[in-house]
């Protein structure tokens, strides 16, 4: 991938001092100190290196330019030996929830039984990972289990979310540092992890919240994009943007010849036929095997995505920077989030300080009653962390980088509606989310610490 950053690998694992990756958000200043931080550098970085990997290529051959798509059910994707030991790692996890059916007892959301298959799960994880990675990487394991078990849901609250999801992007990434995917011309490993390793821990995910009844965690409800998964929409979209060289810019605009409509979403029959080759359409899949009703109904942000005319380019770009709004910069999120020595609690001396936001406004304190803190922050104050839009944000409030303010979503505001025509909601033309024109990948990807 020319001039594209990838995860730094450590130079020498043996020498490497592990430590037990340990909390270290607490309040809003600490959301704004982790945007400046070394792990959120490199958590970016490994996510883009997924998302460009999955791109489309095309390649000339004498006067004739072939084109390859990378989809869940295609042969061209190349499977290492350490894809091959992780898809078994969670296909054992997959055949434990066969082992421990739910409780009979009535309940709405989270089934008791998830507690006896993640005790389980935390019994076995050494054995699990002994298994699957080799000897040398024996000392890592304490870090390592720490993002494997935070990535399965939890057990206390019984519910997951996006921060789950992202602790299993930080695992993978451990491994990625520690020379555990073998060496590969750009982009063959990481597509292995995407589509072979990432979908498969999604569908261990899904049987999980279905078989037990997860709640979403710290879900927006129905004004979120998703109750549970953020990447999925990241990669598939990706997978249907336009073919491109190595040697070019991930596209901004544009989809596949042949790829479907973003509208196709919304239609059942071409969902379930798109489902077993993209990412994206898998993942709307699942809000309809668990939802019911109209589809702008129960996911209004989606829906709304699914209006946008420029192509699966335009939308790509668009879920990035909502991952760093809606995901990264979020404290219910991130405060889960660990750091040790794979994942590093320390300053990016190339990173600047994010501008100032509607999210930053609205993080907590440590001291709650702090008289001096804004509104939004005491107890007295509205409801931290309302569902923003970054398509939404004014042109003159989005930086360059990922570190951006976003204002509210123009329909975050407003209460459901009667079923709207095709056009959009309550009588008003559906928006085409302007703010995709706001952020250039292109400066995103060859700045992933927020410079200009």
Same mark, same amino acid.
């Given at each position: ?84 030991? !992780? ?129 979403? /965690? ?32 991930? *596209? ?75 995901? !990264?910069?979020?404290? *219910? ?42 509104? /939004? ?11 923003? /839009?970054?398509?939404?944000?004014? *042109? ?57």
């Amino acid at each position: 991938m020319a001039n594209f950053p990838t995860l730094a690998k450590i130079a020498d694992v043996k020498e490497h001092q592990f430590e037990k990756p340990v909390k270290k958000i607490f309040d809003g200043p600490d959301v704004s100190f982790f945007l400046m931080s070394l792990a959120y550098r490199d958590i970016m970085t490994f996510m883009l290196q997924l998302n460009r990997s999955v791109l489309p290529r095309k390649n000339q051959t004498g006067g004739t330019t072939a084109i390859t798509t990378w989809r869940l059910d295609s042969e061209d994707v190349v499977f290492s030996d350490a894809v091959y030991r !992780l898809r078994s790692l969670l296909n054992k996890l997959i055949e434990l929830v066969e082992a421990v059916p739910p409780d009979t007892g009535p309940r709405r959301f989270g089934n008791v039984s998830f507690r006896k298959w993640y005790r389980i799960v935390e019994e076995q994880v050494g054995d699990l990972l002994t298994e699957s990675l080799p000897e040398e990487l024996g000392p890592a394991h304490e870090e390592l289990t720490s993002y494997f078990l935070g990535s399965l849901g939890s057990a206390q609250r019984l519910d997951y979310g996006t921060g789950h999801e992202l602790s299993f992007l930080a695992f993978l990434a451990c491994l990625w540092k520690l020379s555990f995917f073998p060496e590969a011309e750009a982009g063959v490993e990481e597509r292995g992890i995407a589509l072979g390793v990432f979908e498969l821990y999604l569908i261990l995910i899904r049987k999980l919240i279905k078989t037990y009844t997860l709640e979403p /965690a710290g879900s927006h409800g129905v004004w979120g994009l998703d109750d549970n998964s953020f990447l999925p929409y990241i990669f598939g979209s990706a997978q249907l943007c336009p073919p491109i060289a190595e040697t070019d810019d991930t *596209p901004t605009e544009g989809s596949l010849p042949d790829a479907p409509e973003a509208s196709a979403v919304t239609k059942l029959n071409l969902v379930e036929k798109e489902k077993g080759s993209n990412m994206y359409f898998s993942a709307i899949a699942f809000i309809y095997d668990v939802k019911r009703g109209p589809f702008w109904e129960h996911s209004p942000m989606l829906f709304d995505i699914s209006g946008i005319k420029d192509g699966w380019g335009k939308i790509n770009k668009g879920m990035i920077k909502m991952y760093n709004a809606e995901v !990264l910069s979020k404290f *219910p999120v991130v405060q889960h989030f660990p750091f040790g020595s794979l994942f590093e609690w320390e300053r990016d001396p190339k990173a600047r300080p994010p501008p100032p936001s509607t999210h930053a406004a609205s993080q907590p304190l440590r001291n709650p009653m702090d008289t001096n803190a804004p509104s /939004a922050m005491r107890p007295s104050g509205p409801p931290m962390g309302s569902t923003a /839009a970054p398509w939404a944000a004014k *042109p003159s409030a989005a930086p360059a980088g990922f570190v951006n303010g976003v204002t509210q979503a123009p329909w975050a505001s407003r209460a459901p509606a009667p079923a709207p025509p095709r056009g959009g909601f309550a009588g008003a033309q559906r928006r085409p989310l302007q703010a995709l024109k706001e952020t250039d990948t292109k400066t995103i990807q060859q700045n992933p610490e927020g410079q200009k």
